[in-house]
C-alpha cells in the first residue's frame, strides 16, 4: 500500500520562529490534507490540498503532487501551535475512499 | 450542526469485557470512518461506510470487532472479548462524498474520539 513519510517526527521551536514540515507519499494521490492534533486528542483539519498552494493565516501548504510531497509552512509559531502535525492522503490508484496517515510531526512551541 | 459526536469519551474496561462505542456524524455527511491511534503513533484505518454499506475493512478489525451503521445515520463499533491490546483512541470521522466516482474533496471531520483502556 501506500507509504506516507512525515519529517521531521519532532521539533522544538522558540515562539516567533518560522518552521516547514515536509510530507512525502509514495504513490499517486486523489486528496491530500493536513490536520493539526492538539493536546486533547482532537484533530482539525487545516488544508485540503491535493495540489496547489493554499494560505491561513500563518499557515500555509503546498503540495507538487508530481513530485509526490507536500509542504506546511508555520510562521510566527506561537505556543498554541504545540501538538501534532498529521498528512493524510487518499490513494489514486486502489478502490474506494480510505484515507491513510503518516506518523505526524509532533511540534513544541516554548514561550 | 455540532460536529461529529462520538461516545463515551473514556471507557474503562477489563480484560474479556465487551465495549461499544458509537458515533454521530454530522447529518448531511454520506461518508463515515473509523481509524484507531495508539500513544505516538497516526490514526490507522480500521473501516469505512458509504451510507448504511460498509464499503472496506482492514485486516486489523479482527474478528472480534464489528462496525454498523444501520440506516445510514449514527454508527457503532462493537469490540468482544476486549483484549489489552485494544487499548486505543478510537476516533470517528465523516465526510460528504459524491457517489462512488473517485473526484472531488472528501474532508473529513473528526469526532474528539473514544478512549478505551483495558485492564
Known amino acids: 500500500g501506500i507509504q506516507v513519510e512525515q519529517s521531521p517526527p519532532d521539533l522544538i521551536l522558540q515562539e516567533g520562529a518560522n518552521s516547514t514540515l515536509r510530507c512525502n507519499f509514495s504513490?499517486?494521490?486523489?486528496?491530500l490534507q493536513w490536520f493539526h492534533q492538539n493536546p486533547w486528542g482532537q484533530l482539525i483539519n487545516l488544508f485540503y490540498?491535493?495540489?496547489g498552494t493554499k494560505q491561513n493565516g500563518r499557515l500555509s501548504a503546498t503540495t507538487v503532487a508530481t513530485e509526490r510531497y507536500s509542504l506546511l509552512y508555520i510562521s510566527s509559531s506561537q505556543t498554541t501551535d504545540s501538538g501534532v502535525y498529521f498528512c493524510?492522503?487518499?490513494?489514486?490508484?486502489?478502490?474506494?475512499?480510505?484515507?491513510?496517515f503518516g506518523a505526524g510531526t509532533r511540534l513544541f512551541v516554548k514561550a | 450542526d455540532t460536529g461529529v459526536s462520538q461516545n463515551p469519551r473514556h471507557k474503562i474496561t477489563k480484560r474479556g469485557q465487551n465495549v461499544t462505542f458509537r458515533c454521530d456524524p454530522i447529518?448531511?455527511?454520506?461518508?463515515l470512518y473509523w481509524y484507531r491511534q495508539t500513544l505516538g503513533q497516526g490514526p490507522e484505518f480500521l473501516t469505512y461506510?458509504?451510507?448504511?454499506?460498509?464499503?472496506?475493512k482492514s485486516r486489523l478489525l479482527s474478528d472480534r470487532f464489528s462496525a454498523e451503521r444501520p440506516k445510514g445515520s449514527f454508527s457503532t463499533l462493537e469490540i468482544q472479548r476486549t483484549e489489552q491490546g485494544d487499548s486505543a483512541m478510537y476516533l470517528c470521522?465523516?465526510?460528504?462524498?459524491?457517489?462512488?466516482?473517485?473526484?472531488?474533496?472528501?474532508?473529513?471531520?473528526f469526532g474528539a474520539g473514544s478512549r478505551l483502556t483495558v485492564l
Open positions: 447529518s448531511e455527511h454520506n461518508r
Open positions: 461506510f458509504q451510507n448504511e454499506a460498509q464499503l472496506e
Open positions: 493524510a492522503v487518499e490513494p489514486r490508484n486502489t478502490g474506494g475512499f480510505k484515507t491513510i
Open positions: 490540498i491535493p495540489s
Open positions: 504513490d499517486s494521490v486523489n486528496n
Open positions: 470521522a465523516s465526510s460528504l462524498g459524491v457517489g462512488l466516482v473517485k473526484t472531488g474533496a472528501n474532508v473529513l471531520t
